[in-house]
């Protein structure tokens, strides 16, 4: 059974000041979305699940519906704030979004088999979906699943501090946690560190494995994820920022041994939009990979071929 592709686009692009999931990003009018499809594709992913919001189909489908479809099958995910639990509601003064846990919940009615979930504005590469693709094929089960990390160097920002979440594996190559650190910027002196609040610097590994939210499960995940996201509610659902956030949920299941995560090490170079001007460095990174022949010009020119030759960069 081909694995799916669950991308998480509900996002509104408050900080970015725009429906980033559509922009044009490649030489042929390309948005992220269209390479992290394109290379699930060739990965041998066999389906597409969007969760979106109401308030943005009509300019998501405008661009999306269509563009794909005869080569892989497309399916959409409403994350409304009204889409709860039974026995529980929502606030009227809510305006937020639950967060990712709620998110991949909702989902759960299209998916049944063993699935990746991403974010809609982050590229994760060719090899990301590969790695992927072969674990969720071959290790993936109810107690088995994993997070594709990054070295944290190839994930920081030119344009100021980022946020991430630093795992911590055992010697077995499980998750053991995910640790939230901010402020995280290279120094004068070529090292990395993040800052804590009172100031001071702590220094971080280029070669630390970082969460960029990219994970893969079995559907077993969904009852995990609504029994968390009910006890989530009963504590929180009057605070109008609140969030149950995913990775906090798996560090969740990890600690308490219900699942083991297996941590593989992408050796992609991540990059995403979430600023104005992380937008010319997204469109210089494309046209590199375009230029060293990882992906043509124009995506959807011709058909995607699974299982696609693996493309190396010119000497």
Not at 184 to 208: F, K, T, W, Y
Not at 246 to 269: F, W
């Amino acid at each position: 059974m081909k694995p799916t592709l669950l991308i998480l686009a509900a996002g509104m692009g408050s900080r970015y000041g725009g429906l980033k999931q559509v922009d044009q990003f490649g030489p042929s009018g390309e948005t992220i979305l269209d390479y992290s499809i394109y290379d699930a594709i060739r990965a041998g992913f066999g389906k597409v699940v969007f969760i979106i919001r109401k308030a943005i189909e009509a300019e998501f489908k405008a661009k999306f519906e269509g563009r794909f479809d005869d080569q892989i099958p497309v399916e959409y995910v409403y994350q409304e704030m009204d889409v709860l639990p039974e026995g529980f509601t929502a606030p009227a003064d809510r305006t937020k979004p639950w967060g990712t846990t709620h998110a991949v919940w909702v989902a759960a009615p299209k998916i049944k088999e063993p699935f990746a979930v991403i974010n809609g504005d982050d590229f994760y590469g060719e090899q990301s979906y590969r790695e992927m693709a072969d674990f969720l094929r071959g290790k993936a089960d109810d107690e088995n699943y994993c997070l594709l990390g990054f070295k944290l160097a190839n994930t920081l920002s030119e344009n100021g501090t980022v946020s991430r979440g630093v795992s911590e594996v055992d010697d077995q190559g499980l998750l053991k946690k995910v640790v939230e650190r901010t402020q995280i910027s290279r120094q004068s002196d070529g090292s990395v560190a993040h800052q804590e609040p009172d100031g001071s610097l702590v220094p971080l590994r280029d070669d630390d494995v970082v969460s960029m939210n990219m994970w893969g499960f079995t559907p077993s995940i969904f009852e995990h994820c609504g029994r968390i996201f009910r006890e989530f509610l009963q504590t929180n659902s009057t605070h109008p920022k609140a969030e149950s956030l995913l990775p906090t949920t798996v560090d969740q299941l990890v600690r308490s041994g219900k699942v083991k995560v297996h941590v593989l090490t992408s050796p992609e170079q991540w990059f995403g939009v979430t600023y104005p001007e992380d937008k010319p460095v997204v469109i210089q990174k494309l046209r590199e990979l375009v230029k060293s022949g990882v992906y043509p010009d124009n995506l959807w020119s011709q058909r995607v071929v699974f299982p696609a030759a693996r493309h190396t960069a010119p000497d």
